[in-house]
T-cell receptor, first 115, second 115 residues
Framework: GAVVSQHPSWVICKSGTSVKIECRSLDFQATTMFWYRQFPKQSLMLMATSNEGSKATYEQGVEKDKFLINHASLTLSTLTVTSAHPEDSSFYIC???????????FGEGSRLTVL | QKEVEQNSGPLSVPEGAIASLNCTYS??????FFWYRQYSGKSPELIMFIYSNGDKEDGRFTAQLNKASQYVSLLIRDSQPSDSATYLCAVNNRRKIQGAQKLVFGQGTRLTINP
């Protein structure tokens, strides 16, 4: 099946610093990638839709200036959490849509802990 | 009303029995439906998808879709302890974003298979 790789898997940072998470589609080109956030024992919440070569589309309530998304190529999207705070600690998961209809494959996830 | 609803569980099933997971959705125009399995601390992995009314079987898994009643279910036959996980139902929202339709997730059902 399609493979989506995410890096880093774990990151611990101090409050106020910025953290970048990379999401790569390894064996297919993804014009669209999705970024989700999952708090403990809760479901995945879509944060934004990343579009190659254009601006990301953010969900209601998600600050675009805080969660910067860049989709510079057909295989790479990055999420930067700027000026991270403890409440940003969460499991961030990216996904990419395979060239078939609607199938979505997930990266391994990145667990962010902000001290 | 939530767009996609699942019983959060936990659902306990003895090993070897059939586990039945249910999901309802509110958007009657939804087109495709997905079941994901998520182990604790890991990202979701796709188990099955279904587009048409009726049953779709894949090994020990059977997805059932009833668009008139707006529900989709997942049956796991001959349940194994390794099936213990959270199962997420996802629905393809008909609203398009840059040509890619979003998935909306339910909160997930935690399933435990007891040896």
């Amino acid at each position: 099946g399609a493979v989506v790789s995410q890096h880093p898997s774990w990151v611990i940072c101090k409050s106020g610093t910025s953290v970048k998470i990379e999401c790569r589609s390894l064996d297919f080109q993804a014009t669209t990638m999705f970024w989700y956030r999952q708090f403990p024992k809760q479901s995945l919440m879509l944060m934004a839709t990343s579009n190659e070569g254009s601006k990301a589309t953010y969900e209601q309530g998600v600050e675009k200036d805080k969660f910067l998304i860049n989709h510079a190529s057909l295989t790479l999207s990055t999420l930067t959490v700027t000026s991270a705070h403890p409440e940003d600690s969460s499991f961030y998961i990216c996904s990419a849509r395979a060239p078939s209809v609607g199938e979505l494959f997930f990266g391994e996830g990145s667990r962010l802990t902000v001290l | 009303q939530k767009e996609v609803e699942q019983n959060s569980g936990p659902l306990s099933v003895p090993e070897g029995a059939i586990a039945s997971l249910n999901c309802t959705y509110s958007d009657r125009g939804s087109q495709s439906f997905f079941w994901y399995r998520q182990y604790s601390g890991k990202s979701p992995e796709l188990i099955m998808f279904i587009y048409s009314n009726g049953d779709k079987e894949d090994g020990r898994f059977t997805a059932q879709l009833n668009k008139a009643s707006q529900y989709v279910s997942l049956l796991i036959r001959d349940s194994q302890p390794s099936d213990s996980a959270t199962y997420l139902c996802a629905v393809n929202n008909r609203r398009k974003i840059q040509g890619a339709q979003k998935l909306v997730f339910g909160q997930g059902t935690r399933l435990t298979i007891n040896p």
